[in-house]
């Protein structure tokens, strides 16, 4: 029976064993069989890649192919890119404006508006002796804050007018340009004879001879100007929006690289306005030094050129009598005079040449160039030394004989008067541009400077 029992032990041992050795050649067959079906798809799939790797491969070789037909840049694409980034240029460019400063800083930030319209890149034209037109000497950022001026329109682009020179003259071919004429039809003078036209509208031809391009500095441009226009505002009131449409609809199917704007209109074309262009920083810096020098302070503005010459020395007289009363009154001494009468003997007037003996009676009245202590003493910006570093700069000789940046210092320094006084009806012109860029920021900021009054007569 013991020997029975091993013998059947020994059997289910072996049966086991075979069950085990079976169960092991299932498991190997099922592995072998799972790795032959892998084996087609990781094929599939190494064919699949390299087809894509192919296919990548053809790609770059065609775009070599067509990079390498590409038209290369021309020289005049290249130049276009250098000063516009791009291979075609398009500019509107201001180039004459009749005004002085103060108007003219109103006509120019205008422009903006059109060159938005027809989205060209605006040219910032020279500017000297109280004037912006391509004629004057220096460059725009002589007067104002380019970089200010940039970031009050952000959506425009600007190039300056020293760089559109240079782009005109570089060119191999010369630049297609268009010139167009602004036209205030009820103005009686005109720097052009023109005919008058009774409605707004716009009229081909305009072109000028040889010694008009000239006069206006036309001719220093290396331009083809093939194309002339007129856009006149008639003899009604103009309206401004539909002027700016009528020239941006007329500009606007123009493919001229250049549209040159030779503006002769004292009336604005387009819409106001009000924020003026920023003044250059050097101008800024002179002013705050007069500020913390004088302050607090009167300003008195007397522009002598439209008044009557009889009255010049009544008027002298009722100044320094309403002088004297306000400086009792407000406890105020230092007094600044801004006038168009040549200080120094420098004219601070393009247009007041004739100085009658009036006028020269109504200076000594003031005692401007007496040092008494029975004269009130009035301060000027050549009493303050402004601009002394360029003053005897032979370059800026011709700036110093206008009114050009003292005109804008004297502006700058009659806005932060604790006081300020302008001349009454015959002594001085009771209206004027000027006055009023004065009285508007006075009006602006008359808390933030703490001041007394906006603008009386004396």
Known sequence: KEDTAKEDTAKEDTAKEDTAKEDTAKEVTAKEDTAKEDTPKEDTAKEDTAKEDTAT????????????????????????IKYCQ??????????????????????????????????????LSNVGKSKILACALHPFDFYYDLKAFQKHYPDIRFITQNEFFKWSKERKIRPIAQHSRMIQDNKINDILTVHKQKTMRVIEGGKLGRKQAKSFCLDRFNLNITNYKEFHTGLRKLNREAMLKLVTNTLNSLEHEAIMILDTSPQEFFPRITETIPYSPSII??????LKKLKPYIAVHW???????????KCANKLVKTLKKVQKKYGITNVYLATDYPLDGKPQSQTFHHISYFHKEAIEILGLNVNNSK???????ISMDAFSQIRDDPKYKSEFKSAGIQGILDKLVCMQAKYFLKGPEGCARTSSTFTSAIVEERNKFKNKYNLINIVSYW
């Open 303 to 313: 522009r002598m050129e439209h008044a009557v010459p009889e009255l010049m020395p």
């Open 57 to 80: 491969e053809d790609t770059a070789k065609e775009n070599t192919v067509n990079s390498s037909i590409e038209t290369p840049l021309t020289e005049d694409e290249k130049i276009n």
């Open 285 to 290: 810096k002179e002013s705050k030094k007069i």
């Open 86 to 123: 791009e291979k075609t240029c398009k500019f509107l460019f201001p180039y004459y404006l009749r005004e002085q400063e103060t108007r003219a800083n109103i006509h120019a930030r205008l422009y903006t508006q059109l060159a938005r319209s027809l989205n060209r890149t605006l040219v």
């Open 375 to 381: 004269h009130i003493k009035f301060d000027t910006w």
